[in-house]
Nanobody, 116 residues
């Protein structure tokens, strides 16, 4: 059984920053790719950023230049640094990990609200 536990969400003013964390119960090298998704009310879940086992990263156009995905292998943790936050970034953010052995694993989600 693999678990992902997110933390770091909250309320922030426009232009502010937050850092989300996703702690895995297994060595993150077990996963082909790990990513952050978000889902706003009434909208479909969308990919925000991902990091492959080799370290390559991918970002949604809407967050390029503002968000950064990274990882700490020793802590089995993936991070999402979010800067210059906008009200449209408000959503529940989910961590996801994929591997041939475990399939797709999701965290419970963490709420991010950008509002003045």
């Amino acid at each position: 059984q693999v678990q992902l536990v997110e933390s770091g969400g909250g309320l922030v003013q426009p232009g502010g920053s937050l850092r989300l964390s996703c702690a895995a119960s297994r060595n993150i090298f077990a996963f082909t790719v790990m990513g952050w998704y978000r889902q706003a009310p009434g909208k479909q879940r969308e990919l925000v950023a991902s990091i492959a086992v080799g370290g390559s990263t991918n970002y949604a156009d809407s967050v390029k230049g503002r968000f950064t995905i990274s990882r700490d292998i020793a802590k089995n943790t993936v991070y999402l640094q979010m800067d210059s936050l906008k009200p449209e970034d408000t959503a529940v953010y989910y961590c996801e990990a994929s591997s041939p052995r475990y399939g797709d694993v999701w965290g419970q989600g963490t709420q991010v609200t950008v509002s003045s």
